[in-house]
């Protein structure tokens, strides 16, 4: 998946479970969702990973999901941002972590266990093939499972824009 899918589908979970929530009441953590947050965190794996192990670790890797596509990456971010979040309601972290974990799940980590269980499987990473990038822009225009979902979140986040500037000629009329 690429910028648009990740982004705007999260962005749209994200605004739903905000809905949910205010729904049931919870409407002071709703409040605290900060949505550049939220955008941080849908491509927090990537902007690790890709440079990591796409470009600096190309020769001996050559793979766009490593480090930060794994349980333990998140664990990592999810433990101590449900803490602050409660303790001291302050849910940045913790939002990271959300948007980071939809990532993973947009991502279909599951499919890859030696990656996503690291290091329970050992502490090497597979091999990847940097070529792949070039054959994902292909796929992208011809198989429904990558376009799909890049024209949804692209969608999603053209919603996200249109009401956030309605909400400002709102606010100023």
């Not at 648009?4 to 002071?28: N, Y």
């Not at 605290?32 to 192990?53: A, C, H, M, T």
């Not at 333990?72 to 303790?87: E, M, R, S, Y």
């Not at 429904?144 to 249109?162: D, H, N, R, S």
């Amino acid at each position: 998946m690429l910028l648009l899918g990740h982004v705007g589908i999260t962005l749209g979970l994200t605004k739903g479970l905000e809905k949910v929530l205010s729904r049931r009441g919870m409407k002071e953590f709703t409040d605290l969702i900060d949505y550049r947050l939220v955008f941080l965190g849908s491509l927090l794996p990537d902007i690790i990973d890709k440079p990591l192990g796409g470009l600096i670790l190309r020769e001996t890797l050559g793979n766009g999901r490593i480090y930060s596509h794994t349980l333990l990456f998140l664990l990592f971010l999810l433990i101590p941002g449900i803490f602050v979040c409660f303790k001291y309601k302050r849910p940045g972290l913790f939002v990271v972590a959300g948007g980071s974990t939809i990532h993973c799940i947009l991502d279909g980590m599951w499919y890859s266990p030696e990656t996503f269980l690291w290091p329970v499987n050992g502490w090497s990473f597979p091999k990847g093939d940097p070529e792949n990038w070039l054959r994902l822009w292909a796929n992208l225009l011809t198989y429904p499972k990558y376009y799909i979902p890049e024209v949804l979140g692209g969608t999603i986040i053209i919603i996200f824009v249109a009401e956030l500037v309605i909400c400002k000629i709102d606010t100023v009329s």
